[in-house]
């Protein structure tokens, strides 16, 4: 499937090899716009992705198609990047920055071939893309966060072209709370995903994902006959080990009789048994720890100690959960025995080690002066469907986050595109001749969206698209393609809607990108 197409080099030719440099670039990214054009719209197809180890991955979403595509060319590589800037800017949009970028190409190619020079069509195309912008926003809606039904219509748009989109009733209000929860409302204009920390757990039905208030530890409770739940739970987090010191370097102590070897034995009992008395006496009932890479952080005697003493240990803790567990717990990570001080520690109403499908987690919750962060368990019955829910409600969640950062939403289906060129076309006739011919033919280039949405949904993309474009000249801005009822309608009414900045975004990352490719007349190979 990966489009493979080699540079066209003729060397030699110096007259008409930047012409074939640009067209070739064009050509390769044009080829991978193509390829995932099918995957837009609430109709699109999804795609299965084999990598070379033979692991499968099916999805719908731009930025991981293209990620995990095998391109040689580097101008189609270009695409892949542009996808994931969308990815980082707007966290939607990934198939359609593309697809638009394809268009915009196949624009320029023709104006190319008319002999206009591509710095002109590059700065025409700049022209273009800041006065869509400036159009966007002036039909854009203002919304506040308050208003859960615009949150909620967003979350089920991005949620709707997915492989999980009959869970979206469930996972859009989940996607809405777990942003809601961790942002302050009147002061936050931007969202730090990662305090909505999202575990996957085979096992179940997507049905079974939930939202958890408190902390979800990935980890099962260690130890074999020792607690796995704990009411008012003292809570310590340890970075350091509890299990016997090993020497720096490789070297042999060498035991030469029974005495000897007892004395080892029994200072290393003694060792631990006072950290296991130590922690016992700071009042701590649940004990996190840290992974060490250099030994086990708990050793097995350790872990008989703490089962004795009613104390849960939840081992294993990854260096970099560190921070949002502390930033949850609102604790201190104790990396000494001396610092072990009841100050440092979380206090929590329940620590419960439960079943979650075919595994364990460890949830904590009733946290005192919990921290504002959230845990989102995932559940899919297998390995794929699971993959792809997580991936969906990160597209839902970085939805939301578009909505905290800029507070506006526009119709989707197709209607802000045909939008902007409609008035686009407007605009370019009070300019002068090159310029304007340049600009009608961006705006043309933007209805490639509808005219996909319509492909895609099985309807007849022409008539489709220009019933549409009349809609909107008679001043029906909301109006886009229904892909259920297979008919023009106002998408405001029938719900469907995306966050102002996925769209503007898409339209100047896209042209950003073809400018560009459009000013590169050469490829030269590197020596190293
Ligand atoms: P992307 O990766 O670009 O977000 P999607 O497959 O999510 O790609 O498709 C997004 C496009 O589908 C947007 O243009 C959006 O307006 C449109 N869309 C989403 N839901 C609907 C719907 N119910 N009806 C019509 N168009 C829709
Ligand atoms: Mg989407």
Known sequence: MAPNVQPKMKAFETKSKPAEIRSSNIEAAKAVADAIRTSLGPRGMDKMIQSGKGDVTITNDGATILKQMKLVHPAAKMLVELSKAQDVEAGDGTTSVVVLAGSFLEAAQKLLEKGIHPTVISESFQKASVKAVEILEAMATPMKLEDRHSLLMSATTSLGSKVVSQHSALLAPLAVDAVLKVIDPLKDHDVDLRDIRVIEKLGGTVDDTELVEGLVLDQRSAGSGGPTRMEKAKIGLIQFCISPPKTDMDNQVVVSDYNAMDRVLREERA??????????????????????????????????????????????????????????????????????????????????????????????????????????????????????????????????????????????????????????????????????????????????????????????????????????????KSSGINVRKGAITNMLDEGVAQPLLVTTSAITLASETVRSILKIDDIVNALY
């Not at 567990?325 to 604790?331: E, P, Y």
């Not at 019955?381 to 699971?386: A, D, G, P, Q, R």
């Not at 792809?388 to 970085?398: F, N």
């Not at 989707?412 to 304007?436: I, K, R, S, W």
């Open 271 to 476: 060792y631990i048994l006072n950290v296991a008395k130590q922690v016992k006496k700071a009042g701590c009932n649940v004990l996190l720890v840290q992974k060490s890479i250099l030994r086990d952080a708990v050793s097995e005697l350790a872990l008989h100690f703490f089962d004795k003493m009613k104390i849960m240990v939840v081992k294993d803790i990854e260096r970099e959960d560190i921070e949002f567990i502390t930033k949850t717990l609102n604790c201190r990570p104790i990396a000494s025995l001396d610092h072990f001080l009841p100050e440092y520690m979380a206090s929590a109403d329940l620590v419960e080690s439960v079943p979650t499908g075919t595994s364990k987690v460890v949830k904590i919750t009733g946290i005192q002066n919990v921290g504002k962060t959230v845990s989102v368990i995932v559940r899919g019955s297998n390995k794929l469907v699971l993959e792809e829910a997580a991936r969906s409600l990160h597209d839902a969640l970085c939805v939301i986050r578009c909505l905290v950062k800029k507070r506006f939403i526009i119709a989707g289906g197709g209607a802000p595109e045909t939008e902007l060129a409609y008035q686009l076309t407007q605009y370019a006739q009070g300019l002068p001749g090159v310029e304007a011919y340049c600009l009608r033919a961006f705006a043309e280039s933007l209805e490639v969206i509808p005219m996909t949405l319509a492909e895609n949904a099985g309807l007849n993309p022409i008539a489709t698209v220009t019933d549409l474009r009349n809609k909107h000249a008679c001043g029906f």
